[in-house]
């Protein structure tokens, strides 16, 4: 299952071309490819107008939507924000970390364009869906 991140929904949206949208793009319809509940309200809040809220809403919705939370992932992603702290690495937004971490936990890879997944893949075994690793 490869889960995606708002940081690449937001720009697929809007149009960016970039090596995330494209791969979402080919993702789309051939793989299984899921959201998770906040990543789907953060994307959504995001339109301003009805029209393109509903497009993306029904596009969204055919997706599986992934929860993030729960009292397991909460604590661990508290110690993996505590392991990236002690090697000096300090990760901008608690959601994130939840994102991370949940996917850790289920073995789903991610696809992202956010920075702040980089120390995940690199000391904590995030997968990411656009180098493979």
């Not at 789907?40 to 029209?51: A, H, P």
């Not at 809220?53 to 604590?75: C, H, M, P, W, Y």
């Not at 991370?100 to 000391?123: E, G, N």
Request: one cysteine or more.
């Amino acid at each position: 299952m490869i889960l995606v991140d708002s940081s690449v929904w937001i720009d697929y949206f809007n149009g960016v071309p970039n090596p995330q949208t494209d791969r979402l793009d080919a993702l789309l319809g051939s793989e299984p490819v899921a959201t998770g509940d906040l990543i789907l309200t953060e994307v959504l809040q995001g339109f301003r107008n009805d029209r393109d809220f509903n497009q993306a809403k029904t596009l969204l919705s055919s997706l599986d939507v992934i929860e993030l939370g729960g009292r397991e992932i909460a604590i661990q992603a508290a110690q993996n924000f505590r392991t990236l702290r002690s090697m000096g690495i300090t990760v901008r937004k608690t959601i994130d970390t939840v994102i991370a971490t949940r996917c850790i936990k289920s073995d789903f890879a991610l696809l992202y364009s956010d920075k702040d997944f980089d120390p995940f893949v690199q000391h904590l075994n995030l997968r990411s869906a656009l180098t493979g690793s």
